[in-house]
């Protein structure tokens, strides 16, 4: 019995020292994003739009998408996670605060669309 408490301990411990050392997510501001975003209207704007390099490729509108998921999407590039050759080159120029805010920026733009 005192082993199991003895690991539970160990156990609680460890996780209670990695969640203090982690940094909170970055809050995103999309007045911000606007000195980022033009490497992104290009494509991302345009109804219909398909690139052709490396493949064609439907483009995604992205404004009104989940921030969330617009900064996982970047994130995954960034990381390599994702295969794309332009947004991996893009998002590999990019820190982690300003994919936030890219990301506010256009989960900001859905909300513009619906008033």
């Given at each position: 019995m005192d082993c199991i408490r003895i690991l539970c301990a160990a156990g609680a411990i460890a996780?209670?020292?990695?969640?203090?050392?982690?940094?909170?997510?970055?809050?995103?501001?999309?007045?911000?994003?606007?000195?980022h975003i033009s490497m992104c209207t290009g494509c991302h704007t345009i109804p219909g739009y398909q690139a052709s390099f490396p493949r064609v490729y439907r483009v995604p509108k992205i404004g009104g998408q989940s921030a969330k998921y617009i900064e996982a999407a970047l994130q995954g590039y960034k990381k390599g996670e994702r295969d794309h050759p332009t947004m991996q080159a893009i998002a590999k120029g990019l820190t982690d605060?300003?994919?936030?805010?890219?990301?506010?920026?256009?989960?900001?733009?859905?909300a513009e669309a619906a008033k």
């Open positions: 996780v209670a020292s990695t969640a203090a050392g982690q940094q909170p997510a970055a809050a995103g501001n999309p007045e911000v994003a606007r000195a605060q300003q994919i936030a805010d890219i990301a506010a920026y256009y989960a900001a733009r859905g």
